[in-house]
């Protein structure tokens, strides 16, 4: 995986979900993927995100507990690994640390 994407256009305005506990900004390649690139920080409680298309979310730093859709058990990622969620889904994530991470939208 490569460390930078060369060529984007960078939408201003921020994501801020769940008073500031997620922030991210999308981006857009030359070919027209899209893709956020974000941080979630601690919380007390899971945050639950929907989907509208598939989404591959890759753990750049940090360690978080997921659990996508309504699957009975949490997964837990790190630096270096992602996890899938399909379309038109949810997955809840929760995190002690400072989560970075890039958002491929599928």
């Known amino acids: 995986m490569p460390n930078q994407f060369d060529s ?11 008073e500031g506990h997620s922030i991210s900004h999308v981006i857009e390649l030359a ?4 893709k956020t690139l974000g941080v979630i920080l601690p919380s007390d409680k899971a945050l639950t995100f ?32 992602s996890f899938n969620v399909p379309e038109n889904s949810k997955f809840k994530i929760m995190t002690n640390e400072v989560i970075d991470y890039v958002c491929h939208l599928e």
């Open 8 to 18: 984007v256009s960078i939408t201003k305005k921020a994501n801020v979900y769940y």
């Open 31 to 34: 070919d027209g993927t899209k």
């Open 50 to 81: 929907k989907t509208h298309v598939p989404e591959r979310i890759e753990i750049i730093s940090g360690k978080c507990t997921v659990q996508i859709g309504d699957e009975p058990e949490a997964t837990i990622y790190s630096s270096g690994e």
